[in-house]
C-alpha cells in the first residue's frame, strides 16, 4: 500500500521558518518526481516545488512565488523528502501537499503564518 | 504561466445524468516530445485530490470506464456518464508540459 506522510506544519510568525517532511513508503522511491503542492482558499491548488531522481542529479524546479525562500531535498535512503520554508509570509497559508509521480498524494499538513 | 481556465464552476446533476467539464488552456499543451500532459483530478470533501485521468484521455488503474478525458492542443474536456453519488466534490485539470506547472479553478460537481 502506497502512503505518504507529512508532517511539520503549524502555526508560525511572518518571517520565520519552518521545515516540512514527508515520509513515503509503498513504490518506487528513488525515480520517483516528488513534488510539493499547496492548497488554500484564496489561491485553490498550486504547485510549488519540484525534485526529480538522482540520475538528474537531483534537479530541482521552483514556482515563482516561492522561489528563493524554499528549498526542497530528499533522502532516498528513507525514502522521504523535505520543504525547507525560510522568510515565511501570510500568503503562504495553507494546506501543503507531498506527491509521489501525481498519483500518489499525502493527506496534507496546515501550515498557517500569522502573528 | 499557463492558465487554465475551467467551466462551469459549478454543475448540479442528478443521480444517472452526464456531466461535462471544459479545460481550457492559455496555450498549446503539447510537449516537445509529442505527449500532452493534461491531467484530471477529483478531490472528495475532506480529502485529497485523487488522480483520474492522465495525458488527456488515459484512465488511471481502478477508475470506472464513465469518465472519459478528450481534447487537444489548448482544449480538454472531462465527461462523466451516469453519475454516481461517489463521483461528487471539485474537478481540476492540471498541466505538467510548461513549467511552472499549473491547476484549473476547479469545477464543483453536486446533486440538484
Known amino acids: 500500500e502506497v502512503q505518504l506522510m507529512e508532517t511539520g506544519g503549524g502555526l508560525v510568525q511572518p518571517g520565520k521558518a519552518l521545515k516540512l517532511t514527508c515520509a513515503t513508503s509503498g513504490f518506487t522511491f528513488s525515480t520517483a518526481w516528488m513534488n510539493w503542492v499547496r492548497q488554500s482558499p484564496e489561491k485553490g491548488l498550486e504547485w510549488i516545488a519540484r525534485i526529480k531522481p538522482k540520475s538528474t542529479n537531483y534537479a530541482t524546479e521552483y514556482a515563482e512565488s516561492v522561489k528563493g525562500r524554499f528549498t526542497i531535498s530528499r533522502d532516498d535512503s528513507k525514502s522521504s523528502i523535505y520543504l525547507q520554508m525560510n522568510s515565511l509570509k501570510e500568503e503562504d497559508t495553507a494546506t501543503y501537499y507531498c506527491?509521489?509521480?501525481?498519483?500518489?498524494w499525502g493527506q496534507g499538513t496546515l501550515v498557517t503564518v500569522s502573528s | 504561466d499557463v492558465v487554465l481556465t475551467q467551466t462551469p464552476v459549478s454543475l448540479s446533476v442528478t443521480l444517472g445524468d452526464q456531466a461535462s467539464i471544459s479545460c481550457g488552456s492559455s496555450?498549446?499543451?503539447?510537449?516537445?516530445?509529442?505527449?500532452?500532459?493534461l491531467k484530471w483530478y477529483l478531490q472528495k470533501p475532506g480529502q485529497s485530490p485523487q488522480l483520474l485521468i492522465y495525458?488527456?484521455?488515459n484512465r488511471l488503474s481502478g477508475v470506472p470506464d464513465r469518465f472519459i478525458g478528450s481534447g487537444s492542443g489548448t482544449d480538454f474536456t472531462l465527461k462523466i456518464s451516469r453519475v454516481e453519488p461517489e463521483d461528487l466534490g471539485v474537478y481540476y485539470c492540471?498541466?505538467?508540459?510548461?513549467?511552472?506547472?499549473?491547476f484549473g479553478g476547479g469545477t464543483k460537481l453536486e446533486l440538484k
Open positions: 496555450q498549446s499543451l503539447v510537449y516537445s516530445d509529442g505527449n500532452t500532459y
Open positions: 506527491i509521489g509521480w501525481f498519483a500518489y
Open positions: 495525458e488527456v484521455s
Open positions: 492540471f498541466q505538467a508540459t510548461h513549467d511552472p506547472w499549473t
